[in-house]
């Protein structure tokens, strides 16, 4: 029995006016999550979040779900703004690096846009 639940994001997300499915899977599932913790797969609009594995070392998982989803939501802006290829290296998309610094400082960012009444 997993030791945190599975279902702590809703079952669809609208990113930029297109419907991505979410779905939390186990390594065993979907072996694009052997070696990261999430995927977003724009084929079929479905991101994948990993779930708790017995093997699991992290003392927070949820929290590591939850830096996973928003890193997986960047992508999948990225793709929907047609920004999704590296312009200095087109066959490889966004620079990881891009995604996750914004995907880090987000949560930061919308509290400072929310603190000085700029959010909308």
Known sequence: MD???DN????HVNILGT?????L???VDDISLKNSGGCVDFSTKKIVVGVYEPDCELENFPAYQRKVMRHEIIHAYFNES????DVANPP????????????LQAPKIFK???????MY
């Open 3 to 5: 030791v945190y639940p």
């Open 8 to 11: 702590i994001f809703p079952d």
């Open 19 to 23: 419907e991505y499915s979410i779905q």
């Open 25 to 27: 899977k186990s390594s």
């Open 82 to 85: 047609g920004m999704n290829t």
């Open 92 to 103: 490889f998309g966004v620079p990881e690096t891009y995604v996750d610094w914004f995907a």
């Open 112 to 118: 400072t846009f929310s603190d000085v009444g700029c």
